[in-house]
């Protein structure tokens, strides 16, 4: 299971930090990843993450403003958005693949707006 947390209405040039909590298998073995999803749009990679933590890629859209790391301990996902703009407005999902099935969870609501 997953459940994202975190999101809300923020003003441009703002800043958010999204969780993930991940229950029900071995989150330190797999890679996470981040999608979000504007209104109208195709859901779209944000970034992933290894399962060590040891290795992070990012879209070309996000990169430089975001910044996805994890706590295996607490077996939680981060999202940390720097300098929000509109377009970053989407709900925001955790997803990871486990043994061939691709698990999301529910979303968290992202707004920028002035």
């Known amino acids: 299971q997953l459940v994202e947390s975190g999101g809300g209405l923020v003003q441009p040039g703002g800043s958010l930090r999204l969780s993930c909590r991940a229950s029900?298998?071995?989150?330190?073995?797999?890679?996470m990843s981040w999608f979000r999803q504007a209104p109208g749009k195709e859901r779209e990679l944000v970034g992933a993450i290894a399962g060590n933590g040891g290795g992070t890629t990012y879209a070309d859209s996000v990169r430089g403003r975001f910044t996805i790391s994890r706590d295996n301990a607490k077996n939680t996902l981060y999202l940390q958005i720097n300098d929000l703009k509109s377009e970053d407005t989407a709900v925001y999902y955790c997803t990871v693949a486990v043994e061939n099935t691709r698990f999301w969870g529910q979303g968290t609501q992202v707004t920028v707006s002035s």
């Open positions: 029900g298998f071995t989150f330190s073995k797999y890679p």
